[in-house]
């Protein structure tokens, strides 16, 4: 059987979708490389005045976690090299990005900070869609 025929309007909306997750996409890879970038490049005293946590974990767990973020912010966007390839990959990195964010809110929730919680809040909401939307087509 035939797939059915796309509409204008539904291949309209599947444009406008996808335009929407890229700019998503684009968004969290800029705000994870330059997250990853500071937490490899700054000292752990100035990371402790913009984020507190840091004072609380061991320099190479907070070295670590910024090269977690950069590869996971370039896996995202990996599609743009080969969607065939690079889409398990975006699954992948949203997943693992989405997971880190909802560990990140509860803690800054937690610990009473609204502007880190809200960031953590923005993340989420645009990381969802992309997990949600690249994983079904």
Same mark, same amino acid.
């Given at each position: ?18 335009? $929407? ?13 330059? !997250? ?9 005293? &100035? ?7 840091? $004072?609380? !974990? ?35 990195? $949203? ?13 800054? $929730?937690?610990?009473? &900070? ?24």
């Amino acid at each position: 059987m035939p797939a059915p025929a796309l509409t204008s309007r539904t291949r309209a909306f599947a444009s406008y979708r996808n335009l $929407a997750l890229w700019t998503f996409q684009g968004w969290i890879a800029m705000f994870f490389i330059a !997250a990853g970038y500071a937490k490899l490049t700054e000292s752990i005293e &100035n990371l402790t005045v913009l984020m507190q946590w840091p $004072a609380l !974990a061991s320099p190479a767990f907070v070295r670590g976690l910024g090269v977690v973020e950069i590869i996971l912010a370039i896996m995202v966007l990996t599609p743009l090299i080969s969607w065939r390839l690079g889409r398990p990959l975006v699954v992948l990195a $949203a997943a693992g990005l989405l997971a880190l964010q909802a560990v990140m809110l509860i803690w800054h $929730a937690l610990d009473l &900070n609204v502007g880190l919680s809200l960031t953590n809040l923005f993340l989420l909401a645009i990381t969802a869609p992309v997990l949600w939307f690249r994983r079904t087509g």
